[in-house]
């Protein structure tokens, strides 16, 4: 089946570093990519969606400028988290969908993310 | 209102039991439905889609009702190794692949 692959897995760093994310399909072209955030005991929460090439689309209350996310080939998206704070601290996780009809999700393992 | 909503449990059932979890959704024009599984700090896993007609897998049926805007997911002759959060996923309208996940429902299975 699909394999996305995520790193770093985890990430302990000091507030006002910035953080970066790599999501990568590994045997499919991911013409889509999404970022999502999860808090303990909460659902994932989508942050936005990248397409291959062109500017991300944020969620509302998502700021573009401290999570940039780049999509500059089909198979690679990155999450940068920008001057990183102790609110920042959270799972975060990316899913790719091929193109076309294909509607199955294919997640990355998640990287937690802890700000001190 | 949430675009998706789930009970958030936990459901404690002994081993054996079956199970049922609702999902209720508010876009009405929603396209397709999915049941994740996700264990603890790790990423959801596909369970399986939702399909108009109903659909089973082993131990696991999902139902659609359209008209009143909910899904669900049974489970049978539950396992310990069932016990995990289970994600109802909802994507967006036609064009959009926005999907949606509801907060989850814990299930505990017991020895």
Known sequence: GAVVSQHPSRVICKSGTSVKIECRSLDFQATTMFWYRQFPKQSLMLMATSNEGSKATYEQGVEKDKFLINHASLTLSTLTVTSAHPEDSSFYICSAKEGGSNEKLFFGSGTQLSVL | ?111
């Open chain 2, 1 to 111: 209102r949430k675009e998706v909503e789930q009970d958030p449990g936990p459901f404690n059932v002994p081993e054996g039991a079956t199970v049922a979890f609702n999902c209720t959704y508010s876009n009405s024009a929603s396209q397709s439905f999915f049941w994740y599984r996700q264990d603890c700090r790790k990423e959801p896993k596909l369970l399986m889609s939702v399909y108009s007609s109903g659909n089973e897998d082993g131990r696991f049926t999902a139902q659609l009702n359209r008209a009143s805007q909910y899904i669900s997911l049974l489970i049978r002759d539950s396992k310990l190794s069932d016990s995990a959060t289970y994600l109802c996923v909802v994507r967006g309208t036609s064009g959009t692949y926005k999907y949606i996940f509801g907060t989850g429902t814990r299930l505990k299975v017991l020895a």
